[in-house]
């Protein structure tokens, strides 16, 4: 989320606009479940090339992202950090609300795992 924020807020305010599959950014159609079981992600979000500019910035940022790897440890710790945050009851939170949760979370855990190496010595 940091990189978004750093990237563009826009960028931030679309991201929660797609995970609430909110139809006023997005077209209702895409969010079809035919749709998104019969296309791949990456001709999934081509199809928005276009519609405006701030939608087709948005596209031209997250289809290079499934070029990453998504076994790497660290993403699949800010995912999990961010899963843990914002849940299904928690779905309304801000984004810089989330943002801060997740800092704060990421923060309190690397503190406590130099606590435990202290310790050991």
Request: with cysteine; aromatic share 12%.
């Amino acid at each position: 989320m940091e990189y978004l924020l750093q990237k563009s807020s826009s960028h931030v305010l679309l991201a929660q606009a797609f995970l609430n599959k909110d139809c006023s950014k997005f077209p209702k159609y895409l969010f079809n479940e035919e749709v998104m079981k019969s296309s791949n992600p990456v001709n999934w979000w081509n199809g928005l090339l276009n519609r405006n500019d701030t939608l087709t910035k948005f596209v031209q940022f997250v289809v290079p992202m499934f070029h990453c790897t998504s076994s790497v440890a660290s993403i699949e710790r800010i995912f999990s950090t961010f899963g843990y945050i914002q849940t299904d009851t928690r779905n309304r939170l801000s984004v810089e609300k989330v943002h801060n949760l997740s800092l704060c979370y990421r923060n309190l855990r690397k503190s406590e795992g130099e606590a435990e190496m202290t310790k050991s010595f």
